[in-house]
């Protein structure tokens, strides 16, 4: 157990629909990070967020957003779903916002989401 | 465009014997390499990383190598176990933020008793 937690596990939704995914980051990480994995792309970065301020984005479409509140729990917000949009969706939290030389990042165990 | 090449893409092997995954890498600048280990509909966990000035890293029957100069990566399992069956995910970053990350599609690997 990695210390992140992310809600819900499984998401089951239609084309056009919107939903939020949620991600606890482990007790004193200030970075949280998310990721999207479908099964022929591999691990794409999404975007981080840093003590609640955007710190790097990625390959993030512009229907998704997300957002760091002041308690540094994260959400991902996906609107206008369409099914290319299903996938594994990883958070991943670490202590700094800085590089990535020894930034540790832990991952959570993943929301799938299923667009029919 | 920085991209991270692994191979093979899946490998079967039996319980007990070693195996060698390979990852070779077109990201400029380097700044580290990770190895990451992921097991079916779990998260990634971390096995090793390496900077430039190191060539050699392990973590149990874990071995990573990595040749800066052709860069090349090789993780290496020893006496494999049937717990050892999951993707393992080669990650190189240029030192910068998270957007600086270069994952390459991962190796499935499974182990047969």
């Known amino acids: 157990d990695s210390g992140v937690t992310q809600t819900p596990k499984h998401l089951i939704t239609a084309t056009g629909q919107r939903v939020t995914l949620r991600c606890s980051p482990r007790s004193g990480d200030l970075s949280v990070y998310w990721y999207q994995q479908s099964l022929d792309q591999g691990l794409q970065f999404l975007i981080q967020?840093?003590?609640?301020?955007?710190?790097a984005k990625g390959n993030i479409l512009e229907r998704f957003s997300a957002q760091q509140f002041p308690d540094l729990h994260s959400e991902l917000n996906l609107s206008s779903l369409e099914l290319g949009d299903s996938a594994l969706y990883f958070c991943a939290s670490s202590v700094v916002g800085g590089g990535f030389s020894y930034n540790e990042q832990f991952f959570g165990p993943g929301t799938r989401l299923t667009v029919l | 465009k920085n991209q991270v090449e692994q191979s093979p893409q899946s490998l079967i092997i039996l319980e007990g014997k070693n195996c060698t995954l390979q990852c070779n890498y077109t990201v400029s600048p380097f700044s580290n390499l990770r190895w990451y280990k992921q097991d079916t509909g779990r998260g990634p966990v971390s096995l090793t990383i390496?900077?430039?000035?190191?060539n050699t890293k392990s973590n149990g029957r874990y071995t990573a190598t990595l040749d800066a100069d052709t860069k090349q990566s090789s993780l290496h399992i020893t006496a494999s176990q049937l717990s050892d069956s999951a993707s393992y995910i080669c990650v190189v970053s240029t030192g910068g933020g998270a957007d600086g990350l270069t994952f390459g599609k991962g190796t499935h690997l499974i182990i047969q008793p």
């Open positions: 390496m900077t430039f000035s190191e």
């Open positions: 967020y840093y003590n609640g301020e955007e710190r």
